[in-house]
């Protein structure tokens, strides 16, 4: 499950790209550009920074506290300087992220569509929404991170148990 969980997490990272496919071509890059614009303006009306920030906080504690065992020859101090390095670092990323994200809107979404969606990220109700969806980020980021890991974990077992039948013991 170890080696699976990062992939699974950036998976989820990249919930907005899921239907993304592979990159964009060369010569599709010209016309994403003209598109980009309104893709960056649509993520800053919708808030996506400040949503994907508290992910990125969650995301670093889960996985400092998943490596604490593994550096366990830190010192308490040395971990307290670790894991807020790893957290800076990771929310290095964020801007990386938006420009993902973007280039991701842009190839799927028309100006027309994203124009309309950053009209309703800035009218009261999008606003609402938007900090709503930063309070469930937060609120509920560990609830989310354990039914995957079960889910990777059972799906993991599932595909095992599907090549090698379990034995009469019990085992695989």
């Not at 990386?96 to 979404?109: N, P």
Request: one cysteine or more; aromatic letters at 6%; hydrophobic letters at 45%.
């Amino acid at each position: 499950m170890k080696s699976l969980l990062p992939s699974a997490l950036a998976l989820a990272l990249m919930g907005v790209s899921a239907a993304a496919g592979a990159a964009p071509s060369a010569a599709d890059t010209n016309a994403i550009g003209g598109r980009k614009a309104a893709a960056l303006d649509m993520l800053e009306a919708c808030n996506t920074r400040a949503e994907m920030a508290v992910y990125f906080e969650k995301v670093a504690e889960s996985t400092a506290n998943d490596a604490r065992q593994q550096y366990s020859q830190l010192s308490d101090e040395q971990w307290g300087q670790f894991t807020a390095a790893f957290r800076a670092n990771l929310q290095g990323y964020l801007d990386r992220y938006i420009e993902f994200a973007a280039t991701v809107d842009a190839t799927h979404l028309t100006v027309a569509d994203m124009k309309v969606l950053a009209d309703f990220c800035r009218s009261p109700e999008g606003k609402r929404i938007a900090a709503i969806r930063i309070e469930v980020e937060r609120d509920t980021f560990s609830m989310r991170e354990t039914f995957l890991r079960k889910a990777i974990a059972d799906a993991g077992a599932e595909a095992m148990r599907s090549i090698v039948p379990e034995t009469p013991g019990g085992g695989l």
